[in-house]
């Protein structure tokens, strides 16, 4: 039984792994975060006076490249389920 999950645990981690990789090379803006979040995580740890706002900053850095993979996800999603032009994937986009 905790062979399994181990072994479930260490597949999601690489599958991860393998995801952000995929977005690194197809995702430009993906790849220019990455680059300013290099400076800015820094930044946020020597600017922020408290651990809350140390947190904070370097927290919002993370929360932007979370959501540019979720949306490199659903964008990808939208793509795999037609190619054809239709509004609502354009809204989903």
């Given at each position: 039984m905790i062979g399994r999950s181990v072994k479930r645990l260490y597949n999601a981690f690489?599958?991860?792994?393998?995801?952000?990789?995929?977005?690194?090379?197809?995702?430009?803006?993906?790849r220019l975060e990455i680059y300013f979040s290099l400076i800015l995580v820094p930044l946020?740890?020597?600017?922020?006076?408290?651990?809350s706002q140390k947190i904070l900053l370097v927290g919002s850095v993370f929360t932007v490249l979370i959501v540019?993979?979720?949306?490199?996800?659903?964008?990808?999603?939208?793509?795999?389920?037609?190619?054809?032009?239709?509004?609502?994937?354009?809204?989903?986009?």
């Open positions: 690489f599958y991860s792994v393998d995801g952000i990789c995929a977005c690194m090379k197809s995702e430009q803006a993906f946020g740890l020597w600017l922020g006076d408290t651990t540019e993979l979720v949306n490199s996800a659903i964008e990808r999603v939208v793509d795999r389920i037609s190619s054809e032009r239709h509004e609502l994937s354009k809204e989903a986009k």
